[in-house]
């Protein structure tokens, strides 16, 4: 009887003190605490997000619903927080164990509050122009406003590193200072790199282009589909992707096709010398009725110059220089507006009774005096 009394007596101290001096029964309880959370985690999903994804549906904006994905997942992990920080104090754990739970509890805070915020930076990205135009600046760009998330985005994660690290007593600032010796070493062989990153801030500050733009730079002609910190993707019309540094880019004349106010068309017409002065006359007049009454060309001259005159006598046909330009400055229906002048273009001078002329060579005969000679004998009979 004796022996079961101290068998028991031992089952009742490992109950009390099994885990860190911390009864399991306590143990049992956290735990319980714990899972309680996650269970409220799934009601609060089910419920309470799925109701607001419901009413942000409806609404006509997408900021709502963007901010709402992006807000998810960091309400979901509050609550491992809290039902951590519960299961922490029913429990009594040793001094040493309650402050490194402590610490645990406040860096999970803190990543929590980063994380937050590292991903409310796309939804809010439209407050970029908001501070812009405050300040008196125009709005941005999609690829600048893009350039200054990525830089907020960096610089929160760098700070919340730091405010985790300090939770748990890291000399930040000395880890800094040593970082700042090796910087310097490391500058002196990335003198490129910064240079395109420098490079990759100008083309956003003088928007020199924008995600979707048609443009010509340092050798490559294409669209831009990405403007990085270091480097530009252009996509050649040959589907293929071209990768430029920034400071090749900001360094060369970059011509940005997408921001022709209007087309150019610029022909050189010839027809035959045998055009008579009225024929020219009428095919100069009926190209310049075409051009000047359709809806397809600009002729404000304000805004561009229109030019339709007999030019120059070439080697084999008199010129009529046309210069105009289209009021659209998509490619296609540039082409189509192209098709469709030089059809007007083949009727006006068909009309006129002229003709296109091309090159050609004249030869001029005249009779011999002593008539038609004799062809050079070949010696076949």
Partial sequence: MASMTGFWAEVLTVWHTAVFGVGVGQVLLALATFILFLLLRRVFTRVVLAALRSITQRTRT??????????????????????????????????????????LVRSLIAFAIFWTLYRCVGPLAFLIDKAFGALGHSTLGDSLK?????????????????????????????????LGLVGMAVAL??????????????????????????????????????????????????????????????????????????????????????????????????????????????????????????DSFNSSSIDIMLYCFTTTTIWTEWMRVKEDLAFAIKRIVAEAGGSFAFPSTSIYLESLPFGTPELFPTGET
């Fill in 62 to 103: 997408s900021f709502d619903d963007e901010l709402i994905a992006a807000l998810e997942q960091p309400l979901q992990f509050v609550f491992v927080i809290i039902g951590l920080y519960a299961a922490t104090q029913v429990v009594s754990f040793p001094d040493a164990v309650a402050a490194l739970l402590t610490r």
């Fill in 146 to 178: 893009e350039f200054v998330a990525k830089l907020a985005r960096f610089v929160i994660a760098c700070v919340g590193i730091v405010a985790i690290l300090e939770e748990w007593h890291f000399n930040v600032g000395a880890v800094l200072g040593g």
């Fill in 189 to 310: 062989g990335a003198q490129g790199l910064i240079a395109n990153l420098f490079a990759g801030v100008t083309i956003f500050l003088d928007d020199m282009f924008a995600r979707g733009d048609w443009i010509k730079g340092a050798g490559v002609e294409g669209t831009v589909e990405e403007i990085g910190f270091r480097t530009t993707k252009i996509r050649r019309f040959d589907k293929a992707l071209t990768t430029i540094p920034n400071g090749k880019l900001a360094g060369d004349a970059v011509i940005n096709f997408s921001r022709m106010t209007n087309r150019r068309i610029y022909w050189k017409i010839g027809v035959e010398y045998g055009t008579s002065e009225g024929q020219l006359r009428q095919i100069v007049n009926g190209i310049k009725g075409h051009i000047l009454d359709n809806d397809d060309f600009e002729v404000d001259p304000a805004k561009v110059t229109t030019l339709i005159h007999v």
